[in-house]
């Protein structure tokens, strides 16, 4: 059994779990040191649009690491480690791409960041290593004999045992502590901003919602005006005629009527395809799974569908239900009209608050949002339901779609 006081041991152990954090941030720091010369060499660059590709690129890596320190300083200080909101850089052209990083507060946090780091953790660092001899030296001798005297009159006056953190020791957990604090401040909005930032992303959404929702009102009343209304007018009028040629020539009205019959079954055929396009009855009837397997054998691709996560009879939300099914039947009608690909996969799984969709083709890419190729819909569909949507399509392919929707499971 160890001689070494309990009050000592624990002053250690506290110490050492802190000053792993310290010294974990000194090769941070340097590495911060060197991403602050980096990042203004980029943005130099982006000056003189020399380096206008390299600053997606440059934040993509500036949010790794802040993600990677933001979750550190979590684990520190015990609370719950939450990823921020970061504009999506994998899709649309260069000069949106660069628009949203320099816009995005986020990323200039991050990088305000970076030099405060380089400074702080080495500082820190340092301090923690000297603090050890001293604090051994100091609570080394101190602690026995301080708990000698508490464990004395513990006996003496049945008084419980004070904690003692020692006078040296401590100062690690506090630095720790306070290095972590002062990272999640400064990489962390603070509840009101994220508040700010979620009303506008709901505002926008609400909106896209709203127009999504306009446009197929426009859709269906286009394709009930030019199809079945146009047809029920035709059947009309060639059951009228059907009715003046009775009497005189029935051979040409039981034509009329045969004509009519063809007309109200094209009718019927136009009507149905109105109601698959506001909720397909595949859906209703065969689940999610069997309705996208039927849509992955309409096209033209291969199909290879991984749908594990929604076959063990559990229903969706219908409203989850429908957007999913959309999305992927817009996704492989891309593919099939634009992507030039020789395969596609879709993929949906279920968690425990969300279902992914994953649909990709190994097509040429550059799948552009704002060249009506049905991606904007996809978006506003997927937002309207407060879920999120990432596509990646660089030019010479592979694309993949993968949308997010909360489903409560």
Same mark, same amino acid.
């Given at each position: ?12 152990? +506290? ?17 911060? #040191? ?35 320190? !933001?979750?550190?300083?979590?684990? +520190? ?8 909101? #970061? ?38 660092? #340092? ?23 508490? +464990? ?10 004070p904690a003692r953190q020692g006078w040296m020791l401590r100062w690690h957990s506090v630095l720790a502590d306070l290095s972590a604090s002062w990272t999640r401040s400064l990489l962390t909005f603070s509840p009101s901003t994220v508040l700010a930032d979620r009303i506008a992303q709901l505002t926008e959404s609400r909106a896209g919602a709203v127009e999504a929702h306009g446009a197929e009102l426009r859709r269906i009343e286009r394709d009930l005006h030019d199809g079945a209304q146009a047809r029920i007018v035709a059947l009309s009028m060639r059951i009228g005629l059907a009715k003046q040629l009775l009497? %005189?020539?029935?051979?040409?009205? %039981? ?33 999610? &799974? /069997? ?22 009879? +559990? %229903? ?6 429908? &957007?999913? #099914? ?23 799984? %279920?968690?425990?608050?969300?279902? !992914? ?7 040429? /890419? ?12 996809? !978006? ?27 489903? /409560?499971?």
């Amino acid at each position: 059994m160890s001689t070494t006081p309990a009050p000592l041991t624990a002053a250690i152990r +506290r110490s050492w779990d802190a000053s792993r954090y310290l010294l974990i941030g000194v090769p941070i720091a340097l590495a911060a #040191y060197v991403g602050t010369f980096l990042v203004v060499a980029v943005l130099l660059f982006a000056v003189v649009l020399i380096g206008l590709p390299a600053l997606p690129e440059a934040a993509k890596v500036l949010r790794r690491f802040a993600e990677f320190e !933001r979750r550190r300083a979590a684990a +520190r200080l015990g609370v719950p480690f939450a990823p921020m909101p #970061y504009p999506p850089l994998d899709s649309g052209e260069l000069s949106e791409r660069v628009r949203r990083v320099l816009t995005d507060p986020t990323v200039w946090r991050d990088a305000l960041w970076l030099p405060i780091q380089a400074l702080m953790g080495n500082v820190l660092g #340092y301090l923690t290593m000297v603090l050890w001899p001293v604090g051994l030296l100091v609570d080394g001798a101190a602690l026995p004999v301080v708990h000698l005297l508490d +464990r004395r009159a513990a006996d003496e006056y049945g008084t419980p045992l004070p904690a003692r953190q020692g006078w040296m020791l401590r100062w690690h957990s506090v630095l720790a502590d306070l290095s972590a604090s002062w990272t999640r401040s400064l990489l962390t909005f603070s509840p009101s901003t994220v508040l700010a930032d979620r009303i506008a992303q709901l505002t926008e959404s609400r909106a896209g919602a709203v127009e999504a929702h306009g446009a197929e009102l426009r859709r269906i009343e286009r394709d009930l005006h030019d199809g079945a209304q146009a047809r029920i007018v035709a059947l009309s009028m060639r059951i009228g005629l059907a009715k003046q040629l009775l009497d %005189r020539d029935p051979a040409a009205a %039981r034509l009329r009527l045969d004509e009519a019959q063809d007309g109200a079954e094209a009718a019927l055929a136009e009507l149905r395809h109105v109601v698959r396009g506001i909720h397909p009855p595949v859906l209703t009837d065969r689940g999610l &799974a /069997g309705a996208v397997r039927a849509l992955a054998a309409d096209v033209a691709v291969p199909v290879t569908a991984d749908l594990d996560g929604v076959e063990d009879g +559990r %229903r969706l939300p219908a409203a989850i239900e429908a &957007a999913a #099914y959309f999305v992927v039947a817009e996704a492989l009608t891309n593919i099939s009209k634009h992507s030039g690909a020789t395969a596609a996969t879709v993929r949906i799984g %279920r968690g425990p608050d969300t279902l !992914r969709v994953v649909v990709g083709d190994d097509g040429h /890419g550059g799948a552009d949002e704002r060249a009506g190729s049905g991606l904007v819909g996809i !978006r506003r569909r997927v937002a309207a339901l407060d879920g999120t949507t990432r596509i990646s399509s660089p030019t010479g392919g592979p694309t993949d779609i993968e949308v997010e929707l909360p489903c /409560g499971s």
